[in-house]
């Protein structure tokens, strides 16, 4: 015998009423229509074959056995949208995997205007160096750094990777040998990119901070430690307010910060959304 189930839309108005002990109140609760519950409500009576609710006044009431039916429903109706509601937040969430530094200095400053033109879209930023397998992890999409070539992943270039040399006004001074450098050991090599692009005599000092990577290479420079080796991008706002300074020139990259996703993402017009809008701010055209 085919078990019957009562509506749980009808159900959740039924509690509703019974809870806020009105009609116009229960709906707002619910974010539908007054008629939206009066015709969910109505549906389930008709359901059950029997009257749910009665009018009192101008109000309404639980009959004898609408009262029943929800005392007979205890919990259920609250341990079932409990287990909905992370489902149906994922809905609307996008999950967004890149570096801590990229995050911290160029992405989390833009996203509160992403918000504004988004506010449906929920957003989680995920840092790691780690390159995550968007084809098997809860992640819809990735900004990672390289030269391109990631299979089974559609990709759009956002912006070549710079390093352009930053201290805080007067931290170092005169040539470039001198200068207290600060390293990251994530990019270790990038002090001998930098040197010889840029034609520098001798070789960057020896001596000075090591970090583990960038964004603390660049929050060290910010304390008046030494100088940093960082993306251009990064600092703009720093070196527009002068609180930090370039001591040489930009040096472009081969590599590039790219925008990933899965050809098949969980939410395909909020990425799609969030691709159109990084594009934008870093000044690429979006592609089809």
């Known amino acids: 015998m085919t078990a019957y189930l009562p509506s749980l839309r009808g159900l959740a108005a039924l509690r509703a009423l019974a809870r806020h002990g009105g009609q116009r109140a229960a709906a707002e609760a619910l974010g539908i229509t007054r008629s939206a519950l009066s015709h969910r409500i109505a549906d389930l009576e008709t359901e059950l074959g029997t009257a749910l609710i009665a009018p009192r006044g101008r109000a309404s009431a639980l009959t004898e056995e609408g009262a029943a039916l929800l005392a007979a ?33 160029w992405l989390l400053p833009r996203l509160p205007a992403f918000r504004r033109a988004h506010p449906e879209i ?43 040399p930053v201290a805080m006004p007067g931290a170092a001074r005169g040539p470039a040998a001198g200068w207290p450098v600060i390293r990251a050991r994530a990019r270790f090599g ?16 020896e001596a000075g901070i090591l970090v583990e990577n960038r964004a603390q290479a ?37 590599e590039a910060y790219h925008f990933l996703r899965a050809p098949n993402p969980r939410n395909p017009r909020h990425v799609e ?16």
């Open 273 to 288: 959304a969030l691709r159109v809008w990084l594009l934008g701010q870093a000044g690429a055209a979006p592609a089809p």
């Open 73 to 105: 429903t205890g919990d259920a109706l609250d341990r079932i949208e409990a287990a909905a509601a992370p489902l149906r937040r994922r809905r609307q969430e996008v999950r967004l995997s890149t570096v801590d530094t990229l995050a911290s200095n």
């Open 190 to 205: 990038d002090w001998e990119r930098w040197w010889r692009a840029t034609g520098q005599g001798g070789a960057p000092a």
């Open 122 to 164: 929920a957003i989680t930023i995920l840092t790691t160096r780690r390159a995550v397998d968007l084809a098997t992890e809860d992640i819809d999409c990735a900004i990672r750094h390289g030269r391109g070539g990631w299979p089974g992943l559609a990709a759009d270039p956002l912006f070549r990777e710079t390093l352009v």
């Open 218 to 254: 660049l929050e060290a420079a910010r304390a008046g430690a030494g100088v940093a080796l960082t993306d251009a991008r990064y600092v703009e706002a720093a070196l527009a307010s002068g609180q930090l300074v370039a001591l040489g020139p930009v040096v472009a990259l081969e």
